[in-house]
């Protein structure tokens, strides 16, 4: 990866006066690449996407019409609230992160953790429906747990080669 470097032109006139320039790299997110060059993927993938971004739009689909709809449409289960919403949203993050393979997972969670704030935020103009801190907590967390055990499963099943 090449490196686009003033530095090298006004070196020279910082040794004339005396000053030793102070040269630092630049951080990976800032370095700027000839247009020639390709980067280089995050990693390779061995599955197929295609189906798990359909189960992972579908099943966000679901969680939306689940949390915005009437409360009596909601499956009950034996299980608290609480622990419904968390295994909701961490089925949902493992399926992104085996949707989106080649995405940094931080902008995985970022997104959503976003979704989870806004459908929640969306509860307080549905009638009949509360939203509340403590669900988000649940939401947020049980996405971002979902995310690490999506990305880290496929690397625990790797066939040996």
Same mark, same amino acid.
């Given at each position: 990866?090449?490196?686009?470097?003033?530095?090298?032109?006004?070196?020279?006139?910082?040794?004339?006066?005396?000053?030793?320039?102070?040269?630092?790299? %630049?951080?990976? @997110?800032?370095? !700027?690449?000839?247009? $020639?060059?390709? /980067?280089?993927?995050? *990693?390779?993938?061995? =599955?197929?996407?295609?189906?798990?971004?359909?189960?992972? %739009?579908?099943? @966000?689909?679901? !969680?939306?019409?689940? $949390?915005?709809? /009437?409360?009596?449409? *909601?499956?009950?289960? =034996?299980?608290?609230?609480?622990?419904?919403?968390?295994?909701?949203?961490?089925?949902?993050?493992?399926?992104?992160?085996?949707?989106? /393979?080649?995405?940094?997972?931080?902008?995985?969670?970022?997104?959503?953790?976003?979704?989870?704030?806004?459908?929640?935020?969306?509860?307080?103009?549905?009638?009949?429906?509360?939203?509340?801190?403590?669900?988000?907590?649940?939401?947020?967390?049980?996405?971002?747990?979902?995310?690490?055990?999506?990305?880290?499963?496929?690397?625990?099943?790797?066939?040996?080669?």
């Amino acid at each position: 990866m090449a490196i686009v470097d003033d530095h090298a032109a006004i070196a020279p006139e910082l040794r004339r006066l005396g000053r030793a320039p102070q040269v630092r790299p %630049l951080p990976t @997110f800032l370095q !700027i690449t000839r247009d $020639t060059e390709q /980067p280089e993927p995050m *990693r390779s993938t061995n =599955h197929s996407t295609f189906g798990f971004r359909l189960v992972s %739009l579908a099943l @966000f689909a679901v !969680i939306a019409l689940m $949390t915005l709809g /009437p409360v009596g449409g *909601r499956p009950h289960t =034996h299980l608290s609230p609480d622990f419904d919403r968390f295994a909701a949203y961490a089925l949902l993050g493992s399926f992104y992160a085996l949707a989106y /393979p080649r995405w940094r997972l931080w902008i995985l969670a970022v997104c959503l953790v976003a979704a989870a704030g806004a459908l929640e935020w969306a509860q307080l103009y549905v009638p009949g429906r509360d939203a509340g801190l403590s669900d988000f907590v649940f939401k947020a967390v049980g996405a971002i747990i979902g995310l690490l055990a999506g990305r880290l499963l496929p690397r625990l099943f790797r066939p040996v080669t």
